[in-house]
């Protein structure tokens, strides 16, 4: 009897260990700041990289997430819904730009506040927006924007080099 008593206490104490364990992840994942937000709309040209649930960052820090994307069928571009943090107040000069975390780092919304003091309102929308840069695109035009321009010709305004003229030992 006395060993099952001791199993049960053990059990007990590894069940709270885990539960703390989840709670502690739960909490610092930020998965729940999401909810009782207030939602900003934003239209973006390219939201390559960037899906529902994608992180919405101000200075570095979670301050919301995307809970959808739709396309505006008058101009084709993505829109995107945001849910922000209801402590934090943007104004009506926010820029929300597509950003990664790095060269190989996944996408996320970049809010970056302006001076104005129009505040803006559940449901707004931020209209300064910069789409997602394809990081490839730009490599392979690095690479390949000499090609064919004469980059290895010389300069037209210098004079053609001659050889110096050789001297005879005497």
């Known amino acids: ?3 099952t008593t001791v199993e049960t206490a053990i059990g007990a104490l590894v069940i709270l260990i885990a539960a703390g364990f989840f709670l502690f992840a739960y ?5 729940g700041t999401a909810s009782g937000g207030y939602t900003l709309k934003a239209e973006f040209d390219n939201v390559a990289g960037v899906n529902t649930g994608t992180d919405v960052r101000l ?4 301050v919301g ?6 396309l505006n069928p008058d101009n084709y571009q993505a829109v995107v819904t945001m849910t922000i943090d209801p402590k934090l107040k943007l104004t009506d000069d926010t820029t929300a730009k597509i950003t990664s975390e790095g060269l190989l ?3 996320f919304v970049a809010l970056d506040p302006g001076g104005s003091e129009t ?3 559940d449901g707004g929308e931020i209209v300064n927006t910069q789409g997602a840069v394809d990081i490839w ?3 392979s035009r690095a690479m390949f924007e000499g090609k064919g321009s004469g980059g290895d010709k010389p300069a037209e305004n210098t004079a053609p080099q001659t050889p110096a003229p050789e001297t005879q030992p005497q």
């Open 27 to 31: 909490s610092t994942s930020g998965a």
């Open 65 to 70: 997430t995307v809970v959808s994307q739709t």
């Open 137 to 139: 695109s730009l490599i």
């Open 105 to 107: 780092g996944s996408n």
């Open 59 to 62: 200075a570095g820090i979670k």
């Open 119 to 121: 505040l803006l309102a």
């Open 1 to 3: 009897m006395k060993n």
